[in-house]
């Protein structure tokens, strides 16, 4: 029945494909918002975070005192720890007016925090005075921007010593430099930071050292990068990122199951006739089902296969440095068992009708 009803088939496979494309875009959009707002802690090489108590987000907060450092050196199973410094920064653009960044000051040569993902020029660059890397994406905004290139930043002339892509969180894009050039730049004091960046040596227990870290260092809070990550995401959502973008995956995922249950409603009305002749020469209400049950997965997975090919391509074209659309594998694999569940729960409806249908009616 559904192979011979090519329009129905494509009505309803266009219905499911609408509805895989609108909530994985809407999904796309909320992890590119949780990875800009992470990407720090889960490319910055560190297996433990040091921070003021209460942070919640990537921000920067009131500094470090100097114990929280040497204390992270010396307990057992640190390889090393790293001070991170973290605040903002004004570039002087050529026309007169200014473009902000957040300036993360790093240790040489571990680099912990960064930077990564460098297209053009060299982190090594770091070393050389009064050089910082920006993001590529701000080029235009500052100036045509090139390697080499000297601006003004917190009044201060620094040079263009490498260019990151996609490093623009939620808010000015990331810009680095080395740890004392930073402090200068953010008016910190010598031997003052925001973090305290630590990686444990290879076989070491991550949880005991954090524990360790912890109770060595009360005054400040201890997590690893997979619980800061968590606890960002988790003050996201308590922001109603979640609410938003939830909603309007679930408004696409309701209206794929209204498409699919009336076009397959219909189905079983226009070709009533047909099913009451099944059922007078023998078929029973559960053979038809099995039918129309067969005709839903069909459906479901049909419709999921086009519709994350189309979502895969609309996410490479909208893929840029200031907007982030990620579809985690988690993603694409549950999308053609929940559209094939929302396909069968759709299906009952017709199959009540089914249900209803009297051999008897062929020969009125």
Not at 23 to 32: A, C, E, P, R
Not at 34 to 59: C, E, S, Y
Not at 79 to 93: I, M, Y
Not at 272 to 285: D, F, N, V
């Amino acid at each position: 029945m559904m192979l011979h009803d090519r329009v129905q088939l494509i009505a309803t496979t266009c219905g499911v494909v609408f509805a895989v494309v609108l909530s994985t875009q809407q999904l796309g959009i909320l992890y590119g918002l949780f990875h800009k707002n992470t990407m720090l802690i889960d490319n910055g090489g560190a297996d433990i975070w040091m921070m003021p108590r209460g942070t919640q987000l990537v921000q920067r907060g009131s500094v470090l005192p100097e114990s929280a450092l040497s204390q992270a050196r010396s307990t057992p199973g640190v390889l090393v720890a790293e001070p991170l410094v973290f605040g903002p920064g004004s570039v002087a653009r050529p026309d007169g007016g200014t473009e902000q960044v957040i300036l993360i000051g790093t240790s040489l040569p571990n680099s912990l925090g960064g930077p990564w993902n460098i297209v053009a020029g060299d982190a090594n660059a770091l070393y050389e005075p009064d050089t910082l890397t920006f993001e590529v994406a701000q080029r235009q905004k500052l100036g045509n921007l090139n390697i080499g290139s000297v601006r003004e930043v917190n009044g201060r002339r620094v040079r263009v010593g490498a260019f990151t892509w996609g490093l623009v969180p939620f808010g000015p894009a990331y810009s680095f430099a080395e740890i004392g050039l930073a402090r200068d730049l953010t008016s910190t004091r010598a031997g003052r930071f925001h973090f305290v960046l630590v990686r444990v040596q290879p076989g070491a227990d991550l949880d005991a050292v954090t524990a360790e870290l912890q109770a060595r260092v009360p005054e400040v809070q201890v997590w690893t990068s997979q619980q800061y990550h968590d606890t960002v995401v988790n003050a996201l959502l308590a922001q109603q990122l979640g609410i938003t973008f939830g909603s309007s995956a679930a408004l696409g995922l309701f209206v794929g199951l209204v498409i699919v249950a009336l076009s397959m409603f219909s189905s079983v009305v226009d070709h009533q006739r047909e099913l009451g002749t099944l059922k007078a020469i023998g078929c029973r209400t559960r053979d038809l089902a099995v039918m129309l049950f067969a005709q839903a997965v069909m459906y479901g997975l049909l419709g999921s296969l086009v519709g994350l090919a189309v979502a895969a391509q609309l996410t490479a074209l909208m893929r840029s440095p200031n907007l982030a659309v990620m579809l985690p594998i988690g993603v694409i694999i549950s999308v053609p068992f929940v559209m094939t569940g929302i396909c069968l729960v759709s299906a009952t409806l017709a199959l009540n009708r089914i249900r209803k249908l009297e051999p008897g009616m062929v020969f009125r």
